[in-house]
């Protein structure tokens, strides 16, 4: 094996380690990268011949992560992994986005890109370490790769600029960015803020371009070392016809440029570019038609791009009519969907997004369970781009990657707005469907998302608003000969050299997705951008507050209300009950949903409990809470309460006061006059209202009455009390000492009405068994003095 290792340190000690040549030694390249305990293995390869009719770059890249790399199981049913998460497919998208723009343009095999997580330490973030691994595998193999690049996180923690912060640090950060790059220039960047300056992200990005070069030039030496640096595959390449692609130049340069000064609208437009290149194939002899259909696609292509950009270049028109800072007409509306617990249409152009918020309990929230996150989302959005948006006429299936990354970045985007618990205790989903597109529905998404919080009463901090941008350069001059364009449309994104999404309040950026094509490009440029496209987005969010200005007053009618409510942390089981059985009754009988949740005490040491109640019925809101408030109350001595009848015994009833606490009312304390009978004057079901005599501090045994809350009777005197010696008076009289009170409410409650006071024992009588069932008689002991307490 010929292993090589390669170390590189960071500025505050740690190190990162490059090993080739020990793992996956078949693959066409593979390379180890590791930090701490944190291992990722990256291998790739690629097919030997090309497929027919591929005419681009067939690059898929896959990042998963192994449970066992922290020595956990995977969840489900099968216990293994399955496919890619979410989590997985954004990590995917961060490693394929910087690489794919770096092979020659006639490169058409097949290349696959693995980044497998191994091992995991808990606080070190894998993301960052992915497209390091991957390049690393790329620079082992023998394929035209144009890099080495590498990636980093980049984040701001108390003031200062850190490269790839462990997990704990993050949660001190108001800037995150993930930055790729080549040792010479900015690839891709993505992240997202706490209302930053466009300043202040460009000093990041330069920060994590000087980290990058000094990843860079370590792989250079690895490649150096492997030789892969100048022996490279023959690739096949694409067959060239010089004369024809002249003749194409030729006859459809003109046609297109006059076409995209046209300011056609976009199917229209479409329309006339390819009438063209039909008008051209039309002059060549029909034997050489099939042959050389391919290669006129590909000339003619190239030929309507150049005509676009100089167009552009030269005399500042876009595609639509437009000036390069101008934003398409803007219109919105709220309240559209009248069941939606909030709604919003945004449509810019010829793009539009219907967006909605729904509120739910924290039953609702999105459980996220990664290999070293597991937590729940209190806010989602989802974004979903139908085929009909752009006419196409194809079936609708699952949701692709694209739009996970799209749904990503107006989460991104909103995300610092959003109130949270406790000030927010719902859980928030916010959808957008794409209806029609031309140019930036993810930044469409993020207006019309905003506009939908607003129209749900969703308490956002400050509206967002979100602008794409495109750059169009010379290839040779591109720091003086370009062009900054505000809401590029679908064509100027494919045609351009750059672009960006920025997305922000009034005060500052919140978000930003950036996609770089073009070498060379100074940062001056990408100042001028940034503030250009801060323009724009002040622009745009001045159009949608013209429909709603600030989240409404109040939540729609039917929107469930919530109240929180803080318990002692001792009280949760007891809310919960046996099984779930007290809080499922407690759902069952009011209708409310009820949740429930052990949280640190914010005020010191410990736990809170934090019960949720959500109904949108006042009754059924009042009746939860009231039966939650009695559970968690503590009875207190002198105090009335409105309790009800559980049972009825001989002597007394017991009546529950509070949820699950029960005293004893006993006979002498339900009149003034003598009750004869307990069933004479209440039934199990009775609600009345008792006074709470006293708690035996001992057994916590409550002692109730109801004559207590009644005047006394004029001339009312207490009757004759038995001689103190004679302890069974006390017992059947239900009075204070300890057999009346104690032993007569166990044995009434555990026997029946059996208790120990029903008479007073004779010289002649037979003793009796006080512990036998039906009071039958037991064998007489050998004594015939009465039976002793």
């Given at each position: 094996m010929n292993i090589i290792n390669k170390r590189i340190e960071l500025a505050d000690g740690r190190v990162i380690e490059i090993e080739t040549g020990k793992l996956a030694k078949q693959a066409a390249g593979s390379a180890v990268v590791k930090m701490g305990g944190t291992m990722l293995l990256a291998t790739v390869t690629a097919a030997t011949e090309v497929k027919e009719g591929t005419d681009f770059m067939p690059l898929t890249v896959d990042y998963k992560e192994k449970f066992y790399s922290a020595g956990r199981f995977p969840g489900g049913f099968m216990k293994r992994e399955g496919k890619s998460s979410d989590y997985e497919i954004l990590i995917s998208r961060l490693i394929d986005r910087p690489i794919r723009p770096l092979w020659p343009d006639d490169f058409h095999l097949e290349v696959f890109v693995n980044v497998t997580l191994i091992s995991a330490e808990q606080d070190i973030q894998p993301d960052a370490l992915a497209g390091l691994a991957a390049s690393c595998a790329l620079a082992t193999s023998d394929l035209p790769f144009g890099g080495p690049i590498s990636e980093v996180r980049v984040?701001?923690?108390?003031?200062?600029?850190?490269?790839?912060?462990?997990?704990?640090?993050?949660?001190?950060?108001?800037?995150?960015?993930?930055?790729?790059?080549?040792?010479?220039?900015?690839?891709?960047?993505e992240g997202e803020m706490n209302e930053v300056s466009e300043h202040d992200m460009l000093e990041a990005i330069k920060f994590a371009h000087q980290e990058i070069k000094k990843h860079?030039?370590?792989?250079?030496?690895?490649?150096?070392?492997?030789?892969?640096?100048?022996?490279?595959?023959?690739?096949?390449?694409?067959?060239?016809?010089?004369?024809?692609?002249?003749?194409?130049?030729?006859?459809?340069?003109?046609?297109?440029?006059?076409?995209?000064?046209?300011?056609?609208?976009?199917?229209?437009?479409?329309?006339?570019?390819?009438?063209?290149?039909?008008?051209?194939?039309?002059?060549?002899?029909?034997?050489?038609?099939?042959?050389?259909?391919?290669?006129?696609?590909?000339y003619y292509h190239a030929v309507e791009k150049e005509a676009m950009r100089n167009m552009i270049l030269d005399e500042g028109i876009r595609l639509d009519g437009r000036v390069c800072d101008q934003v398409r007409p803007i219109w919105c509306e709220v309240d559209y969907l009248p069941c939606a617990h909030g709604s919003a249409i945004f449509t810019r152009g010829e793009t539009q997004s219907l967006a909605t918020v729904t509120l739910?309990?924290?039953?609702?929230?999105?459980?996220?369970?990664?290999?070293?996150?597991?937590?729940?989302?209190?806010?989602?959005?989802?974004?979903?781009?139908?085929?009909?948006?752009?006419?196409?006429?194809?079936?609708?299936?699952?949701?692709?990657?694209?739009?996970?990354g799209h749904g990503n970045l107006a989460l991104r985007a909103l995300k610092p707005v959003v109130p949270v618990a406790p000030e927010n205790p719902y859980a928030v989903r916010v959808v957008s469907d794409i209806l029609e597109s031309n140019g930036s529905s993810s930044m469409a998404s993020v207006c019309g998302g905003c506009l939908a919080l607003m129209d749900a009463g969703v308490k956002i901090k400050k509206p967002v608003a979100g602008v794409a941008?495109?750059?169009?350069?010379?290839?040779?001059?591109?720091?003086?000969?370009?062009?900054?364009?505000?809401?590029?449309?679908?064509?100027?994104?494919?045609?351009?050299?750059?672009?960006?999404?920025?997305?922000?309040?009034?005060?500052?950026?919140?978000?930003?997705?950036?996609?770089?094509?073009?070498?060379?490009?100074?940062?001056?440029?990408?100042?001028?951008?940034?503030?250009?496209?801060?323009?724009?987005?002040?622009?745009?969010?001045?159009?949608?507050?013209?429909?709603?200005?600030?989240?409404?007053?109040?939540?729609?009618?039917?929107?469930?209300?919530?109240?929180?409510?803080?318990?002692?942390?001792?009280?949760i089981g007891a809310i919960i009950g046996k099984g779930g059985e007290t809080i499922q009754k407690i759902q069952k009988e009011t209708g409310a949903t009820i949740t429930i949740t052990e949280e640190p005490n914010p005020n010191g040491e410990g736990t809170i409990g934090v019960v949720d109640i959500a109904t949108n019925d006042?009754?059924?809101?009042?009746?939860?809470?009231?039966?939650?408030?009695?559970?968690?109350?503590?009875?207190?001595?002198?105090?009335?309460?409105?309790?009800?009848?559980?049972?009825?015994?001989?002597?007394?009833?017991?009546?529950?006061?509070l949820p699950g606490k029960e005293g004893l009312l006993h006979v002498s304390e339900i009149a003034w006059t003598k009750t004869d009978k307990v069933e004479d004057v209440l039934k199990v079901g009775d609600e009345v209202d008792v006074k709470l005599l006293e708690i035996d501090p001992k057994t916590g045994k409550m002692r109730l009455s109801?004559?207590?809350?009644?005047?006394?009777?004029?001339g009312y005197t207490e009757p004759r009390q038995r001689p103190s010696g004679d302890r069974r008076g006390g017992e059947r009289h239900g009075g204070n000492d300890r057999r009346g009170g104690d032993?007569?409410?166990?044995?009434?409650?555990?026997?029946?009405?059996?208790?120990?006071?029903?008479?007073?024992?004779?010289?002649?009588?037979?003793?009796?068994?006080?512990?036998?069932?039906?009071?039958?008689?037991?064998?007489?002991?050998?004594?015939?003095?009465?039976?002793?307490?």
């Open positions: 984040c701001r923690i108390d003031g200062q600029f850190v490269i790839n912060p462990s997990f704990s640090d993050m949660k001190r950060a108001d800037l995150e960015l993930m930055v790729a790059a080549t040792e010479e220039n900015i690839m891709m960047v860079c030039r370590v792989q250079k030496e690895l490649m150096a070392e492997l030789g892969t640096d100048v022996n490279k595959r023959d690739c096949p390449h694409d067959v060239e016809d010089e004369e024809l692609k002249k003749a194409v130049h030729d006859f459809c340069y003109d046609k297109c440029y006059a076409h995209a000064k046209s300011a056609k609208p976009k199917h229209e437009r479409e329309e006339g570019f390819e009438a063209i290149k039909e008008e051209f194939l039309a002059t060549i002899p029909e034997e050489e038609l099939e042959e050389k259909t391919p290669l006129v696609s590909r739910g309990t924290k039953m609702d929230m999105k459980e996220t369970d990664e290999v070293l996150i597991q937590d729940d989302q209190q806010f989602v959005l989802h974004y979903n781009f139908p085929p009909f948006a752009t006419g196409e006429a194809k079936p609708q299936r699952g949701v692709g990657r694209r739009e996970i941008m495109g750059l169009i350069t010379d290839e040779e001059r591109p720091n003086d000969r370009y062009a900054i364009l505000t809401d590029i449309l679908g064509d100027e994104d494919h045609l351009g050299d750059m672009d960006f999404k920025v997305t922000g309040t009034a005060d500052g950026i919140t978000a930003t997705q950036m996609d770089i094509k073009v070498d060379g490009l100074s940062y001056d440029v990408l100042e001028k951008a940034l503030e250009q496209a801060r323009q724009g987005r002040l622009h745009i969010m001045g159009e949608m507050m013209k429909t709603i200005s600030e989240p409404r007053e109040d939540y729609k009618p039917f929107v469930p209300r919530i109240e929180q409510m803080v318990v002692s942390s001792e009280f006042a009754e059924a809101m009042a009746a939860a809470k009231a039966w939650i408030e009695g559970i968690v109350a503590v009875p207190e001595a002198g105090t009335v309460y409105h309790g009800k009848v559980v049972s009825i015994l001989e002597f007394g009833a017991f009546v529950e006061i109801m004559r207590a809350l009644i005047d006394k009777p004029e032993r007569g409410e166990r044995r009434g409650g555990d026997r029946g009405g059996n208790d120990r006071g029903e008479r007073r024992p004779r010289p002649n009588d037979k003793p009796r068994n006080f512990g036998h069932r039906n009071n039958a008689e037991a064998p007489a002991p050998e004594s015939n003095e009465p039976e002793m307490f």
